[in-house]
């Protein structure tokens, strides 16, 4: 993934309101509500993900400072490229054939070589108690293959169309994967038998999936509820009327009552994300008046006489 701060557009001194602001105008493109482009939905998730990052204060630190990447994982240091021991050749992973060769067999350090001592350093005495070895055999017999991580970023509205999605897993294998009800962000799902492949008789490892649930620039997730803001024009709020209420499956119509403030808020139940259970949250929108955009002389008028009235009465 690009830069975060050349996904959206700000430099790197930019402060929180100048950040936010980039990721909303962009949210707005590139929704995939109002942007049919196949190539939109690839940049509102950029967008969320930049913003996952330069919006939150802890990740944006850890990235100016090279600890995690554009996508916000964690830089490795010291052991690049090495993955755990299933990795192999060509999948990014440790050589373990490699680096028993170049320790001269399966004994001691060869001339030039790396010692038991010194793998069992690195990776616990769980190796010298009878770990994996050469080929993925155990000392103590069958050896389990090792458990593999990986992120998934889903939108709210796949949230709550509770989609299926393919993924990516580490070794270039793609699984395609259903999102659970009742999923949070940053809930770790476990894939069994989808992670490193075993040794001879040995059961393959399990794939962890991290769910990252993305910002959405109309709605805050307060559990399994949805929160909202929804603008009110200034004649429905008085005379009562017809609102249009966003919600993650398509608008709804809601009737408001006469005389209806700012900041009132309605229940719109069933309208929120899938509980566990197979039951939804709702969703709750709340009221801001919208003020004509073009002057209204008779709004004017009024206000005023209203004004001088209430300073007559005090």
């Known amino acids: 993934m690009r830069n975060p701060y ?23 493109a590139y929704h995939p509500d109002s942007n049919k482009d196949p190539k939109a939905a690839e940049r509102f998730a950029e967008a969320n993900t930049a913003y996952e990052i330069l919006g939150d204060k802890e990740k944006r630190a850890q990235f100016d400072r090279g600890e995690i990447d554009a996508e916000g994982k964690p830089r490795a240091t010291g052991f690049e490229g090495f993955s755990g021991f299933g990795g192999g050749r060509g999948g990014g992973g440790f050589d373990f054939e490699g680096f028993t060769r170049a320790r001269g067999g399966a004994g001691g350090a060869g001339p030039g070589g790396v010692g038991e001592d010194f793998i069992s350093h690195i990776f616990g005495e769980a190796f010298r108690a009878g770990g994996a070895g050469p080929g993925g055999f155990g000392r103590g017999g069958p050896v389990r293959g090792e458990d593999v991580a990986a992120e998934l970023s889903v939108t709210l509205e796949q949230v709550a169309g509770e989609e299926k999605m393919r993924i990516g897993l580490p070794g270039g294998r793609d699984v395609d994967v259903m999102i659970p009800k009742g999923v949070v962000d940053g809930q770790t799902i476990r894939l069994r038998g989808l992670g490193g492949a075993g040794g001879p008789r040995g059961e393959p490892g399990d794939a962890l999936l991290t769910i990252r649930v993305l910002p959405h620039p109309l709605f805050k997730v307060d559990g399994a509820d949805l929160r909202a803001t929804v603008d009110l024009p200034l004649e429905d709020a008085v005379l009562g009327g017809a609102l249009r209420v966003p919600t993650l499956t398509g608008a709804v119509e809601m009737k408001v009552p006469a005389m209806t403030s700012s900041g009132r808020t309605f229940r719109l139940r069933g309208k929120g994300l899938p509980k566990k259970d197979g039951s939804r949250g709702d969703l709750f929108a709340t009221t801001a008046i919208a003020l004509p955009a073009d002057d209204d002389a008779a709004l004017t008028e009024y206000a005023r006489r209203r004004r001088e009235a209430r300073a007559g009465t005090a």
């Open 6 to 28: 050349d996904v959206l557009g700000v430099p790197k001194g930019a402060g929180e309101a100048e950040i936010k602001k980039a990721f909303r105008k962009l949210a707005k």
